[in-house]
């Protein structure tokens, strides 16, 4: 059990690309941790337990990484030199932060205007540059191998995701409430 550590895709048998089989990923961290279970070491000496324990967090983590596909981009950019976020990283283009600013003020106005079409649309809009975003990182990534286009994508899809959460956050249950 104490081979050296390996990348978060060779622990689970994957080739190291963005597209990859979510139910072959499951299979593989099943089949990890049903060897590195630290429950499999009970009877086992301290330094086994340990390195079990060790073993067993790992695994959660690059199937944490692995099964989210911005995680994944991410990772798969940082694995070839380019940071996504911290000094290094880039800035985000002048047009996405405009497309920014234009839907942080278009939900600032749904709750404002309690208007549930409105949120439904806005909805839409991010789900739809979502997918287009992951097409893109799927080509940067396995097609043209752009790791730092992919890291701005990343950099942009963490915007895209959180604020789809904020879109569910605010959900029509917040709307139906009276104005004041």
């Not at 941790?33 to 086994?48: M, N, T």
């Not at 000094?87 to 106005?109: I, M, T, V, Y």
Request: charge should be negative; hydrophobic fraction near 45%; proline fraction near 4%.
């Amino acid at each position: 059990m104490s081979a050296p550590i390996p990348d978060h895709f060779s622990l689970f048998g994957l080739e190291p690309r963005f597209a990859l089989d979510a139910e072959r990923l499951a299979r593989a961290y099943r089949t990890v941790q049903a060897h590195v279970h630290p429950d499999r070491f009970v009877a086992a000496g301290a330094s086994e337990r340990r390195a079990a324990l060790q073993w067993a967090t790992l695994a959660n983590e690059a199937y944490r990484v692995l099964n989210s596909p911005v995680r994944r981009a991410a990772y798969l950019c940082e694995r070839h030199g380019v940071p996504v976020s911290g000094e290094s990283a880039r800035a985000l283009s002048p047009d996405f932060l405009g497309l920014q600013l234009e839907w942080r003020q278009e939900l600032e106005q749904v709750r404002n205007e309690a208007d549930s079409q409105r949120l439904s649309a806005l909805r839409s809009k991010a789900a739809a540059c979502h997918l287009q975003g992951l097409r893109d990182l799927e080509t940067q990534l396995d097609v043209d191998r752009d790791f730092a286009g992919a890291a701005d994508g990343v950099r942009r899809m963490m915007f895209i995701e959180k604020f789809i959460q904020e879109l569910e956050a605010t959900g029509d249950a917040t709307l139906a409430a009276p104005a004041a």
